[in-house]
């Protein structure tokens, strides 16, 4: 497979797994980027693996993982507050979606890694082996972060509005 062909068939996937992990689609937009431009440039050497996108997905989460540890004087990140929209009311069919950005708004304040370990997991359906091997750290640890972020999830939930795997679907 050639870059081209790399980036025609993949780079959806790609945008969507940034966007998730930033949420921030213009943050996403501009990880991807980087990203692919260093690929290019490596592309000979990753191809030849048994899975470039999971390699390249692996670069995207260190970049997201380095652009929060090296951002400065300037934050182009969304802010959590922005994203939540007001309490469900009722059977309004538009409370799914305030559910939504609620959800986005709790995700959006969990840490990076345990961010990144909730993506992969629910959004992305990855296994805890798998996982462990993108953020470089043990599968304990990638468990430990996912439950981490799942129990920060809850506790900042009404009793009614437990979060479940099934809410953190591909609808983000």
Not at 26 to 55: F, K
Not at 165 to 172: D, P, Q
Request: charged share 25%.
């Amino acid at each position: 497979m050639t870059f081209d062909d790399f980036v025609t068939t993949r780079l959806g996937d790609l945008l969507r797994y940034a966007t998730v992990l930033s949420c921030d689609p213009h943050l996403a937009q501009d990880i991807v980027q980087e990203v692919l431009l260093r690929a290019q440039g490596r592309w000979r050497r990753i191809e030849n693996l048994d899975s470039p996108l999971h390699y390249v997905r692996r670069m995207v989460t260190n970049e997201y993982l380095s652009w929060r540890r090296r951002r400065t004087t300037r934050d182009v990140s969304v802010p959590p507050e922005t994203l939540g929209g007001l309490a469900g009311a009722g059977q309004d069919p538009i409370s799914a979606y305030d559910e939504r950005d609620a959800m986005l708004t709790r995700i959006a304040s969990l840490p990076p890694r345990q961010r990144a370990a909730l993506v992969l997991r629910y959004y992305e359906g990855l296994p805890h082996a798998e996982i462990a091997s993108i953020m470089r750290c043990s599968e304990g640890t990638a468990r430990s972060n996912i439950s981490r972020a799942l129990s920060t999830l809850r506790g900042e939930t009404r009793s009614k509005d437990i979060v479940s795997a099934g809410s953190l679907g591909k609808e983000w």
